[in-house]
């Protein structure tokens, strides 16, 4: 994971300690969201290693599965996707 950061007295790496964690930029409004339609725990970070509108998607033994530098069109289809894909969940066969 990169560098520490920490957020009201809570250090980041506490607060992906043992579970899938989404870190968003400071202007990471529409990521926050996209958490809470998946799932996930969120968490605003205002650090160097994290863009303002980006956003960070940790695995529980603190390594980094995703960097967003800008905002999706989408963030939850995004971030569904994402999941899917890093998961290995099984996705439907396109028809023919």
Excluded: C, K, Y
């Excluded at 920490?6 to 202007?27: E, Q």
């Excluded at 990521?31 to 290693?49: I, K, S, Y």
């Amino acid at each position: 994971m990169p560098r520490n950061a920490w957020i009201d007295g809570v250090s980041t790496l506490d607060l992906v300690a043992s579970r899938w964690t989404l870190l968003v930029g400071v202007a990471g409004d529409h990521w926050l969201r996209a958490a809470a339609d998946v799932g996930l725990p969120a968490h605003r970070v205002e650090a160097p290693w994290l863009s303002e509108a980006g956003a960070l998607l940790v695995r529980p033994d603190g390594i980094v599965a995703m960097r967003a530098t800008t905002s999706a069109t989408d963030p939850t289809r995004f971030l569904t996707a994402v999941m899917d894909q890093v998961l290995a969940r099984p996705v439907p066969a396109p028809s023919a």
